[in-house]
């Protein structure tokens, strides 16, 4: 059913569930305000259904979005006429959304979709980010839940953020979710690996197509052109022929944190 799902249908429906959930209602509630059945907001939330413009009105009214739906479902139509991806969607986060892949390589600091709340709020300034990234993890639970497929490097392990308890909460975390089957977990060890130069993330979309995210000095870089993704995919399969495997990782993580965190 999913493959079927137009990709901007699915990527306004997380768009709509971010909203809802931000401002603290259920589906039923939200069905309410804009006098409609919960069903219905269960399919735009799917990706199911394309609403009509001025319901993606209501929502915004009813959610005090301003006009980000009206926008997005607006790109929406733009890009099913031209056949080409709205704006909104070329964000990383966007995408990561209603992926059906995911794969990232970190070499400082454990990603963002695994990381625990004390944990990232050592990393981020307020509250609503730190909202923002624990509600990214949701995708890790979704049914079906995406393949996700990590590497890190091994001096993440060691590299202290918050103090030993943190670490230890963490790396107790990373340990369960290796052993839960929701990550494919493996890290890297310190050594030179070829043609790996930083941080990078690339999400599958349901329609095959991907989008990439690498991390730079002064921010982040998205993109979705062929060549640059050529790259990140071709870096990744270097990366997973050099690094340890599922259960050689968890074992290094077992020992990490037993010697060094607790």
Known sequence: MQNRIKPEFLSFGAEVRRLRKAAG??????ADLVNVTRSYITQIEAGRTRC???MA???????????????AWDELLESIKSDKYPKHFASYPKAEQSAIMVRAYEERLVPGLLQKEAYARVL????????????????????????VSIIMDETVL???????????????????????????????PIRYIRNVWGSFHV????????????????????TTDPDEIAVANETFVILQSEALNVRETRLLIRKVIDERWT
């Open 25 to 30: 209602l259920n589906q039923q509630r939200l």
């Open 57 to 71: 009105l209501r929502l915004d009214r009813a959610l005090k979005a301003g006009t980000t739906l009206v926008e």
């Open 158 to 188: 060691y590299r202290e953020v918050g103090g030993p308890e943190v670490m230890k909460e963490q790396l107790e975390y990373l340990y369960e979710l290796s052993l839960s089957g929701k990550v494919q977990l493996q890290v890297a």
């Open 52 to 54: 009509r413009r001025d």
């Open 203 to 222: 999400a599958t979309r349901p329609d095959h197509k991907q989008v990439a995210y690498a991390i730079k000095a002064w921010g982040g870089e998205t």
């Open 124 to 147: 981020l300034r307020d509250e609503d980010a730190v909202e923002n990234r624990m509600r990214r993890q949701e995708i890790l639970y979704r049914n079906p839940p995406p393949v």
